[in-house]
Nanobody, 125 residues
């Protein structure tokens, strides 16, 4: 059940940057942690980054450390994923997810309650 909306995907050359956004669609969540996941064709959905409710704690997959940054603006109720130095292997549909009632960072997709439909990121070589 889609309860989040992602935006900001697109086509970019290798080495370029994109910023993804994630916001609840039509409902208000109380305290919630957020994660970004991605799924390439023929592959399982994998963890990319996560952020705690306060924004003070974050976690990243090894493959994106140093290139991606997750952040959140509580006033705007929006979570961002800033992606830099993009590589062709970053090509995937990127989904954000919310774990309601949780404050801490969560990396397991099975612990998330709500998901967005995803936004396509394509990195050309």
């Amino acid at each position: 059940q889609e309860q989040l909306v992602e935006s900001g995907g697109g086509l970019v050359q290798a080495g370029g940057s994109l910023r993804l956004s994630c916001t609840p669609s039509g409902r208000t969540f109380s305290r919630y942690a957020v994660g970004w996941f991605r799924q390439a064709p023929g592959k399982e959905r994998e963890f990319v980054a996560a952020i705690s409710w306060s924004g003070s704690n974050t976690d990243y997959a090894d493959s994106v450390k140093g290139r991606f940054t997750i952040s959140r603006d509580l006033a705007k109720n929006t979570v961002y994923l800033q992606m830099s130095s993009l590589k062709p292997e970053d090509t995937a549909v990127y989904h954000c997810a919310a774990r309601v009632g949780a404050s801490a960072v969560e990396t397991s997709r099975r612990r998330y309650d709500y998901w967005g439909q995803g936004t396509q990121v394509t990195v050309s070589s």
